[in-house]
DNA sequence: GCGACACTTCGGCGGCCGCCGAACTGTCCC
DNA sequence: GGGACAGTTCGGCGGCCGCCGAAGTGTCGC
């Protein structure tokens, strides 16, 4: 009867729906851009493999190329999508709950338990930082702990002294996302406010990326600030 | 090297991938429980698809089933999920314009003016008087144009006369909601504030449904009652 | 009870699509 | 210019999965 190209949302996620694909969206949810031989590697493909999957990841606008001499280097197209993937891994995690699989090495052990403390999620701070970010922001009514973690007129301010633009009106995301989460099942602070908190961070080099992995070290220099901005008291790794 | 199973996004992915099934999905949006037989005559396949279908959506939880005699009647589990699919299908509108089919009959005209006047999406209403609902709700001071569009005081208070409770904290979805909405470009309340506005029109027999779609029709009741609640100058259809 | 009906289970067919390697284009560096 | 390297295009193979019809289970009404 139908047509895939019927119904958008079975176009739509038949994208994410393949294995290589779905690995890909993934990693890239750490918010940097990866070359093509990097997620061709990443994800256990050949090179041609790897190239039309980011082909059609990019023609239906979830991911986004810029060239680089002989680089293609591809990221998530923006915020929205990393949201898309967030929700839609959230849900499968919480559909089938897994067994929570020991580290198979060592190495792997580290990586976890440097994740669970700080992290990027896209473009906000995830792991017991973001919670400590969030929770602070509230202590400090920078945010009220409302449904959708509303920005109070004094957050505003905040924002505006770390240089972030107040967006107009309704039409942009809101405050909180809900991430990928299984460390802390809390909500994070995402959207405008999360976004430029984990700016800052990068900026002031606060936190430095551990190897190529998402997991974050806090420096001395963010111990301080953190504890400055936010009042937070923090050991750096 | 990955079998599906390891990528949690790749596996409920790949349930709305399928046409059949994303089809279904997109049925259920109007809130309604439908039954195993009116899914397969909708969406074109024999019974015996049909349920295999709607088993593997209760087992990944996305669909809850109730089932009375002979019939197993299912709906959408939860506004989470009915998020999820308006998040999709509203990204896959964006990434693939539609080509603005013209009707393909009177019937499917008619259908598609009472939609775009008022009808159903999920727990909220949607169409010209979800808008009409939104900019009245803004006007009075019950929602503040926010980013995430913000339940004032004023609000709850206003929610709590029509029976609503105030949920506790942020762990809550926000209030607005952007749907599945080829007709208005803007954001509907959703959440608390949109789903009570909705019960509240289906008990006070405001609006009727119009046949077995999405559509809904303003009673009388419903022009007065949305005059007196909101100040809405509606006509009664 | 018996037929009609809603739904389910099963076996088997067919098409789609993700995979690779080989050959090709384009970039960088010496 | 030549060789190494990153990425692309293409043809063809193989597996997965959505489809159906036939047979089976459970429910309703007479």
Chains 1, 2 share one sequence.
Do not use: K
């Not at 919480?94 to 580290?110: G, H």
């Amino acid at each position: 009867m139908s047509h895939d190209q019927d119904v958008p949302l079975a176009r739509i996620a038949a994208l994410l729906a393949d294995p290589t694909r779905a690995t890909v969206c993934t990693a890239l949810l750490d918010g940097r851009a990866w070359t093509a031989g990097e997620l061709a590697r990443h994800t256990g493909v050949s090179a041609s493999t790897a190239s039309e999957h980011l082909s059609r990841l990019i023609d239906a606008t979830l991911l986004v190329e810029e060239r680089q001499g002989r680089h293609r280097y591809v990221r998530l197209s923006g915020p929205e999508v990393a949201g898309l993937i967030e929700d839609l891994t959230v849900f499968a995690q919480a559909a089938w709950p897994s067994p929570v699989e020991p580290p198979r090495s060592l190495r792997e052990s580290t990586r976890r338990s440097a994740e669970a403390r700080a992290r990027t999620c896209y473009d906000h701070l995830a792991g017991q930082l973001g919670v400590a970010v969030r929770d602070a922001s509230v202590a400090l009514g920078l945010v009220l702990d409302e449904p959708g973690l509303v920005v109070t007129e004094q957050g505003w301010a905040w924002l505006a002294e770390l240089g972030a633009e107040r967006p107009a009106r309704a039409r942009s995301r809101p405050a909180v996302r809900s991430c990928v989460d299984w460390t802390e099942r809390r909500r994070h602070l995402g959207g405008v406010f999360g976004a430029t908190v984990h700016r800052t961070a990068f900026e002031r080099q606060w936190v430095e990326r551990i190897g190529s992995g998402r997991a974050l070290r806090l420096t001395p220099a963010g111990a301080d600030g953190f504890h400055e901005l936010l009042g937070l008291d923090l050991a750096a790794a």
